[in-house]
C-alpha cells in the first residue's frame, strides 16, 4: 500500500482515494505539522466525520475516525506545533463522533415500530423500492402536517431505519438495510384488505363447490 501524501495541492482528491487507516500511517511519518499538511488532514477528518456521523450505522467507521483524531491530539509533534485554531475543530468532531457513537450504541428500533403512523411510513418507504420519497407525500399520505412529519421522521433517522437527504426545501428518505428488514417484517405480518378477504372468501367458495 502507497503511503498517503499529506503535502498535495488539493486535498479533496484524497477524500474517496483514501481511508483513515492511510491518515494516521501518515501522521505518524510526520516530524512537524506544516500548512499543507495541516489543511489537507483537516478536510479528511472534516468530510469523513460528516460522513460518518449522517450514516446511520456506521460504527466502525466512527472508531476507526475516533482513533485518528484521539493520535493525532495527543502526539507529541502535535502538543508543540499544533495550531489551537485545528486542535478545536477537532475536537468537536471527536466529541460529534462520540454522541453519534452512544445515540447508536441505545438505539431501539423495535420501539419506534409502537408509534403511530411509523409503521405506514415504513411501508410507504418500501414501497417505494430502491427510489426516494420526498418528506412532503408523507404529509400527503398520511393526511397529517409537515411538523408532524418531521416529529416522526427524527427517530427513525437517529434510530438507524431511514436515510434523509436535504434536496432544496424537501427531504428525501430512504430505508436503510435495517430499516428494509423491518418494513419486510410489517409487510408479511399486514392484515389483509377486506377485498383481499373477498377474494380469499370467494376462491374458498369455488372449491367448495367444485368439491
Do not use: C
Not at 410489517?186 to 377485498?195: C, F, G, K, W, Y
Amino acid at each position: 500500500m502507497d503511503e498517503l501524501n499529506l503535502n498535495v495541492s488539493d486535498p479533496a482528491m484524497l477524500v474517496d482515494r483514501s481511508t483513515p487507516v492511510e491518515l494516521l500511517a501518515a501522521i505518524r511519518l510526520l516530524d512537524t505539522w506544516n500548512e499543507t499538511a495541516l489543511k489537507t488532514a483537516n478536510r479528511l477528518i472534516s468530510v469523513w466525520s460528516a460522513r460518518a456521523i449522517a450514516n446511520p450505522n456506521d460504527r466502525e467507521g466512527i472508531s476507526e475516525l475516533q482513533r485518528v483524531i484521539h493520535y493525532t491530539l495527543n502526539r507529541a509533534i502535535s502538543i508543540n506545533t499544533l495550531p489551537d485554531e485545528f486542535r478545536y475543530r477537532w475536537q468537536e468532531a471527536s466529541d460529534m463522533l462520540e454522541a453519534r457513537r452512544l445515540n447508536l450504541a441505545h438505539a431501539d428500533p423495535d420501539a419506534q415500530l409502537t408509534r403511530r403512523h411509523v409503521p405506514e411510513i415504513l411501508l410507504l418507504l418500501l414501497k417505494a423500492g430502491n427510489r426516494e420519497l420526498p418528506q412532503s407525500e408523507l404529509v400527503q399520505h398520511l393526511d397529517v402536517t409537515t411538523g408532524r412529519v418531521t416529529q416522526l421522521i427524527g427517530p427513525l433517522e437517529a434510530n438507524g431505519l431511514i436515510t434523509k437527504r436535504k434536496q432544496g426545501r424537501d427531504n428525501l428518505l430512504k430505508l436503510t438495510d435495517t430499516g428494509l428488514k423491518y418494513a419486510g417484517k410489517l409487510d408479511r405480518e399486514r392484515i389483509p384488505t377486506s377485498s383481499q378477504q373477498s377474494e380469499r372468501g370467494s376462491s374458498f367458495l369455488i372449491i367448495r363447490k367444485s368439491a
